[in-house]
């Protein structure tokens, strides 16, 4: 009866052991840009999406250098223009078990000044987890983002709308998901998670893109193998039950 127990606590034990253990990189595109009919966009299907035209910033003046039958220099006005608001992806790397936050990847906001009209209002992005453990396989997770871009220059923000643990795998009888949890920034208390980037005009910031993994029984949360091996326990119990009952 013993060996029977242990052999039961070892299939237990092998069981949570399996739970899988994620390994991989990641890499991510920007898609499907929605705005006005004066939206002007670059980069779509890229890591480096960019909207809005560049607005006059200021004027400087240079000199020229200019020769004839002698050399003299020339004053010239040169006009400046900002670049346009962009977003920039970096994947990363990752080994993590399942319920722990890790970093998905890096994503620089640069908040341009842009002319009224010309600006994007949404945009997708597709995060591709290219996995080499539990085995060599590839799934894409796609979110969209807010692009709210003001009028005035006290600054625009970026917001990831909200996401929800998404299936893709299922593994030894458990089921997988991943989710994009947002946006990690560093404060005094350490990272903090927010689903907001908010920049004045002309600043850019780099942030940590988070993720995390969970995991919930499949339908048949056990191999058969365990519940044969239960059910003859059980059965091999009622025996030795009726066998006392017996000698009684």
Request: aromatic share 14%.
């Amino acid at each position: 009866m013993k060996n029977l127990l242990l052999l039961a606590t070892f299939l237990v034990a092998s069981i949570s052991a399996n739970a899988a253990t994620f390994q991989g990189s990641t890499s991510g595109t920007f898609e499907n840009p929605t705005g006005p009919s004066g939206m002007v966009t670059t980069g779509t299907g890229t890591d480096h999406f960019t909207w809005g035209e560049g607005a006059y910033t200021h004027s400087t003046y240079e000199y020229e250098k200019v020769c004839y039958w002698g050399c003299s220099y020339k004053k010239v006005t040169v006009d400046h223009y900002s670049d346009p608001s962009s977003l920039t992806y970096q994947g990363n790397n990752f080994n993590t078990d399942v319920n722990q936050t890790f970093i998905a990847g890096y994503m620089n906001f640069n908040n341009g000044i842009i002319y009224s009209g010309t600006q994007a209002e949404t945009v997708d992005f597709a995060l591709t987890l290219d996995f080499t453990s539990p085995s060599l396989f590839s799934e894409t997770f796609t979110y969209g983002f807010s692009l709210d871009n003001t009028v005035n220059p006290q600054g625009d923000s970026v917001t990831f709308l909200n996401s929800v643990p998404t299936k893709f795998l299922s593994h030894e009888g458990t089921d997988y998901y991943f989710e994009l949890t947002g946006f990690g920034i560093h404060t005094k208390k350490g990272i903090q998670l927010v689903d907001e980037l908010f920049l004045k005009e002309g600043k850019d910031k780099t942030v940590k893109l988070l993720g995390q993994f969970t995991s919930m029984p499949s339908e048949v949360p056990l191999p058969a193998a365990v519940w044969l091996f239960g059910s003859g326990l059980m059965g091999f119990m009622a025996m030795r039950r009726r066998a006392k009952a017996q000698q009684a």
